[in-house]
């Protein structure tokens, strides 16, 4: 009788033989509520949470963007870190928003020394590209995050991540099923990778609700802490209603081109997935393509990424047979994320990691993206804006594209008096190579490595032009904008999706009042 | 410029201040289904699964239980693996049964050397318990066994895993929404959590369906490769149609009885929760409590556990909020999990891992359990049998009792010649702090822990006896069992849900014909 005997000695004969029964109760314990009180995740505030987690000087924390610009939880989070005297965080955002701008005063504190995300807007942005910070930025899509996060380049410490419901244990969602607060947001997609792989995930809600809050967005078996606030958002900018469809005309020629394109390039057959951005254009570009399944008598067999309104609609229509979100774009998705079965909220990892071929970005036929600017290499740029300023999101772009069999970009050729087909991007993004047609309302432009598709869009009677016939065209409504000066001083890193680094942003250079009157 | 930047340099401002754009676009992959056929995750054959997996002599592999006696998939891909030459191998299942006979063969040959299961049966766990094999067997329960893959206490190099349906990017399920093969087992509940940890996984189907097989009881994220076989598993092994209701009258009192001793205990109110075994007993409880819902005009939060399609009838008819499945029990109960939103499949570790107070089975109000034995201290065995063989299974007894706010033991006081009751049990498998009421056809007994229980049961007129008096009556209907005789050697070791050894087995002791006929 070997009361020393472990487990792991399994393999020691010797001391197998000398086992006997070893069995002390006293430890055992019974989980009674009426002895005492079962044991839940709630504590009583964020302070509390945040020494529970374990947090020190020199870690790591993550957010999600769910709430968008009507996020409370990020600023309410590190106002209390800042507080608590924690400093020199890496804090990893899937993105971040002009309501973000609180985290400017962090960033001098030294409560936060260093950022990565997906992109950055508003006053935070300005100052980033103005030399806020010592280090710069990382920029990570949202597959390349995963990715890092999955693979153990990027560890996360203890992630924050603001619900719409959650129930004392943990089982969190983007929606209420129970004494709903009118806090919705859908997909809690980004959220998830978060929750699965942080050391500590603290869940921030306005909303206890009974267990089981199943189906859960976040499981209670990924979760350590639930703390209750106040209010985790603003409705108003959180969603908007429908997204609408657009009546600019420019935007409806180029979504019809695009609708064209799509049933031209033999990708647009029964059982087909596709993937529509937000845009003015991609929405109404959904709504071509409807006409054209209804003509031919086709079905989709799923629409990936975020999703809005009118994706839902083709889906409760039939049109679509099931959706899969990572992000819920507008109330109308939000609402059918929670009352349509299949449409099924997915990881970020699920939906754009680079280093897994069942990614469903892998398993698209064809996609719609946006672009701030398209270089006569296809490269695209969705991050800086003409004046060199941080002002967009890597997002899914980069994921996408790679992913896709066939990516198109939509755009206007123009817009104001900046071209969007130029010579040379700002900031590449997403490489040309992934990019295999540029649509604007000045033409079409396939990328010579598809003689494929080009053939293809010609024998469908589209009228094709050249990509540096489209930056020409560009070049002569609007001339040549000045070069953006810029500093030696980089202030972003751009992380291509496997992690390597595809391009770098500087600081923009500064001039005086006089300066800019020339 | 610096192109030996890496993003772990981040830190260093010297080498950021250099900085230059990097990209070197030429390794950026294009996924273009029409330029070459996309990547999957579906292999040829076990043996290229096993080749990739990175199989090697000593690893540990793991296997799930869910298609029960109808389970081809471990057998399969036994064989193959003996073929492979490959040795020494820890088998972790979360059950075995029966029809896992062959794995003697594999024992007897070295490719086997140990096992970590929740329970064996049939002709492997007559031989077990007669010296089969040089280590012992590790006995986990169901929670035991998740929490140790999640701590890393045990290690799965390659879990292989059958599925009813899975897509070639590796979405898997228990039954089938596309070509339906007629396999349908419900709840991947045991393989969900070995899935998530396993450095590889295979899925083992012989069903592959569209992408995406959403929503599915394992996601792509989770698995590496996809094995297409003829056939993974018999039906009528894998589940017997609804589970009817019992007509025995000793196993009806006992019903009845149970559910009058849920009613006294005060944890039947609105929203309660609960969860049921399989056993006669157990379903005719049901059926009572049903009767006692109507009448209190209650419902049930949740019914958690191995669900039944007594329990699936009670949640159409909306007594039964929503179901936790780790295990669906009989057809009626898989058809529901795919048709019933609220019908959710949970894993193992959210089922009942004692490392999380959220773990499913600490929310429930009670509990009803079977035992092959229970001894005056309230420990129950449910391992071996009155010949010292084992025959039995942890199953989540352990979780449940450890969890539930009121344990309930429902079993006839005697079966046959053999006392159901006794003095001690043979192996000790739930500590008898955990289990608080025994309900028999002879009596009800109260733990003495649960003064609290034995009043409210006196108050509502329950007639209440005591663990030695039913000891004593089940002695004097069918005498006291000549003990069983052992040898030194360890057979299994049998550990308590945190990994604690809470008992060892040992060889029973063997007699040559003559001496059996005295």
């Known amino acids: 009788m070997d009361k020393n005997f472990k487990l792991s000695d399994i393999n ?11 069995f002390d109760g006293n430890n055992v314990f019974k989980n009674s509520a009426n002895l005492v009180e079962k044991e839940c995740k709630v ?49 990893s955002a899937s993105s971040l928003l002009a309501i973000h701008e609180p985290l400017i005063e962090h960033i001098k504190n030294g409560v936060v020394k260093r950022i ?22 990382v920029f990570r899509s949202h597959g390349g995050r995963a990715y890092a996060i999955h693979s153990g380049q990027l560890k996360l410490d ?72 106040d209010a985790v958002g603003d409705p108003k900018g959180i969603m908007s209603g429908a997204t609408r469809f657009t009546k600019n005309p420019k935007e409806l020629m180029i979504a019809e081109t695009a609708a064209d394109v799509i049933e031209a390039s033999g990708v647009f057959n029964d059982g087909f997935s596709m993937q529509m951005g937000t ?66 909220q997915i990881s970020a990892y699920y939906y754009a990691s680079p280093d897994n071929p069942g990614s469903a970005v892998n398993q698209l036929d064809f996609l719609i993206l946006s672009a701030l600017e398209v270089d006569v290499n296809f490269n695209v ?5 003409s004046d060199g300023v941080i002002r967009g999101a890597i997002g899914g772009h980069q994921d996408t594209a790679a992913g896709a069999s066939l990516s198109i970009i939509t755009c206007p050729l123009t817009r104001g008096r900046i071209a969007t087909v130029v010579d040379k991007v700002n900031t590449i993004v997403t490489p040309g190579k992934t990019i295999d047609i540029i649509v604007t309302d000045q033409g079409v432009a396939v990328n010579p490595l598809r003689p494929d598709l080009k053939e293809k869009l010609e024998v469908a009677g589209i009228n094709i032009t050249t990509i540096e016939m489209l930056r020409d065209k560009a070049a002569s409504l609007v001339g040549h904008s000045l070069p953006i000066e810029y500093t030696e001083k980089v202030v972003g890193i751009v992380t291509y999706r496997d992690g390597s680094i595809i391009d770098v942003i500087h600081q923009i250079k500064e001039y005086d009042d006089e300066s800019l009157d020339f």
Chains 1, 2 share one sequence.
């Open 381 to 385: 740029n969705v991050l800086t804006g």
């Open 116 to 137: 990565e995300t997906s992109g950055v807007r508003g006053e935070l942005a300005e100052q980033i590209s103005r030399g806020l910070m010592d280090i710069p930025v």
């Open 279 to 344: 845009g003015g254009a991609s929405l109404a570009t959904a709504r071509f393509l409807k006409e054209k399944m209804l003509r031919k008598n086709i079905t989709c067999s799923f629409a990936l990424g975020g999703i809005t309104g009118q994706i839902v609609k083709l889906h409760e229509e039939g049109l679509i047979k099931k959706l899969l979100d990572v992000q819920s774009f507008d109330l109308d998705a939000a609402d059918s994320l929670k009352n349509n079965r299949f449409h099924q």
């Open 158 to 229: 203890v992630a924050f991540l603001g619900a719409a419901s959650c129930d004392p244990f943990g089982n969190a969602n983007g929606y209420s099923r129970d004494n709903d607060t009118g806090i919705i947001f859908g997909s809690m997609g980004y959220a998830k990778t978060d929750a699965q792989y942080a050391h500590k995930v603290v869940i921030v809600t306005d909303n206890i609700v009974p267990f089981p809050n199943v189906p859960a967005g976040i499981p209670q078996s990924d979760v350590d802490y639930v703390v209750k606030i």
């Open 43 to 91: 504590l009583s505030s964020l302070k509390e949470a945040i020494i529970k987690s374990g947090l020190k000087d020199g870690m790591t924390i993550s957010f999600h963007h769910h709430f968008r610009d009507g996020d409370f939880v990020l600023n309410k989070v590190m106002n209390v870190i800042a507080e608590m005297g924690i400093k020199n965080l890496t804090l």
């Open 12 to 22: 020691n004969l010797d001391k197998i033989e000398s086992l006997n029964g070893l």
